[in-house]
């Protein structure tokens, strides 16, 4: 019984260490700044979510910028509004003209750029969500990689830029990304299989059916009245006998 006990007590200990490990692992990971698009489709248009978590025990958030792509660049970008933050769009030339949407682009909003008043900075144990619509993404399975610089009031600046590789470990500051996916046209074409129906039976099957139904009612209403005649005739025959 004690042997059993202790392995009991080992179990359970070993599972609540995991448990806890696994929540900070989590929690860890949470404390990035990242982007959630609402609908990344190749062609259209999304809107881009930036959590920001504050990750210094001492100062607070005051300002953060989001680098936008040059080389797919978006020809449209606009913020929602914050409360106690102003948003600035910064608007530059590009290396190059790129075709956007059968559009020469020669120029195009390369940062987004949000400042906090004293009584909205984010503090210890808070975070703040900025939000864009832009538009139009580029082709799909194209990585979207917006790097981001987190300053705090005590002057510390916390670059987000790191490029994260598949099979990698994640790196310390891993730049905020999403994937295209395949367009809304091009979704909405792809065929779309439905169970075959039961063909209706033809207007000749259906009379033929009939037909044969009429035909068998006959044929037993005829089977009926034979045999009953028969049995009205035994009946008479037994009934002649008894008399004599």
């Not at 779309?192 to 099957?205: L, R, V």
């Amino acid at each position: 019984m004690k042997t059993s006990h202790r392995r009991t007590l080992k179990t359970a200990c070993a599972a609540t260490m995991a448990a806890g490990l696994l929540a900070f692992g989590v929690s860890a990971a949470s404390a990035h700044v990242n982007v959630n698009p609402d609908d990344p489709a190749a062609g259209g248009y999304t809107h881009l979510t930036f959590n920001v978590p504050n990750e210094s025990p001492t100062a607070k958030t005051s300002k953060l910028e989001v680098s936008l792509p040059t080389d797919t660049p978006f020809n449209s970008v606009s913020v929602k509004p914050v409360e106690g933050w102003t948003a600035e769009l910064v608007t530059t030339a590009l290396p190059k003209p790129v075709t956007v949407a059968g559009a020469t682009v020669t120029k195009a909003v390369s940062s987004v750029v949000w400042t906090a008043d004293a009584a909205h900075q984010i503090g210890q144990d808070q975070y703040q969500a900025f939000s864009i619509s832009v538009g139009v993404l580029p082709d799909a399975g194209t990585t979207v990689t917006l790097p981001a610089t987190q300053t705090y009031t005590d002057g510390t600046v916390v670059k987000w830029d790191e490029k994260t590789v598949e099979g990698q470990p994640e790196p310390e500051h891993p730049a905020p990304s999403f994937v295209t996916t395949a367009s809304d046209a091009a979704a909405s074409a792809a065929p779309i299989s439905s169970p075959s129906a039961t063909p209706a039976p033809s207007a000749a099957a259906s009379t033929t059916s009939s037909d044969a139904g009429s035909t068998a009612g006959w044929f037993g209403l005829a089977a009926g009245l034979i045999g009953l005649a028969a049995g009205v005739t035994a009946l008479a025959r037994t009934r002649s006998t008894k008399t004599k």
